[in-house]
């Protein structure tokens, strides 16, 4: 899974990214905890409340980051 905390649009935005290791998990009734806390943590002062949340899929992490680059989101 890859999670990015960035702004678009002047909005404050967290984009999760999953993997089809991922969603073969989810289809196998394996829910996936992201514990947003610790994940707020590191950058909460410039996040302190998200307003978006962006949901995408790519075949593994490293092409998932290879989208965000092209669309100028750096993992």
């Known amino acids: 899974?890859?999670?990015?905390?960035?702004?678009?649009?002047?909005?404050?935005?967290?984009?999760?990214?999953?993997?089809?290791?991922?969603?073969?998990?989810?289809?196998?009734?394996?829910?996936i905890a992201v514990d947003v806390q610790a994940l707020l943590a590191v950058r909460l002062d410039e996040y302190p409340d998200v307003q978006d949340v962006v949901l995408f899929a790519g075949e593994t992490e490293s092409t998932m980051a290879d989208q965000l680059r092209r669309f100028g989101l750096a993992p």
Request: glycine residues 4%.
């Open 1 to 31: 899974m890859i999670k990015v905390l960035t702004v678009v649009n002047n909005r404050r935005t967290l984009f999760l990214g999953l993997s089809r290791e991922n969603t073969t998990r989810l289809h196998n009734d394996q829910p």
